[in-house]
């Protein structure tokens, strides 16, 4: 069964960090794409960051540049999200998605989609 599980989330300081995973079962991670998007309540989803699967590359969304790092690790067919330098404006579910070979923007393109990971910032 395919299957994408994240963890990691939970309750931090501002400026703290959390680091997300993004688990695979029942496929390999090794050719898709893997995308982070987040719900914040009473806000539409949007994209967080994307890393592709031919040659790495990663996307961020402005919000979050230079703060969340994406990374996989195709041997544990796992993907990270970094996060740094929290804020309460990250406070959100946090959900992983694949899709094969290149990151997308429509959220629509993403096959399979996990169950969420709720990530609240809040002193």
């Known amino acids: 069964q395919v299957q994408l599980v994240e963890s990691g989330g939970g309750l931090v300081q501002p400026g703290g960090s959390l680091r997300l995973s993004c688990a695979a079962s029942?496929?390999?991670?090794?050719?898709?794409?893997i995308g982070w998007f987040r719900r914040a309540p009473g806000k539409e989803r949007e994209g967080v960051s994307c890393?592709?699967?031919?040659?790495?590359?990663?996307y961020y969304a402005d919000s979050v540049k230079g703060r969340f790092t994406i990374s996989r690790d195709n041997a544990e067919n796992t993907v990270y999200l970094q996060m740094n330098s929290l804020k309460p404006e990250d406070t959100a579910v946090y959900y992983c998605a694949a899709r094969f070979v290149l990151c997308s923007r429509e959220q629509n393109d993403y096959e399979h989609w996990g169950q969420g990971t709720q990530v609240t910032v809040s002193s």
């Open positions: 029942g496929f390999t991670l090794d050719y898709y794409a």
């Open positions: 890393i592709s699967s031919t040659d790495g590359r990663t």
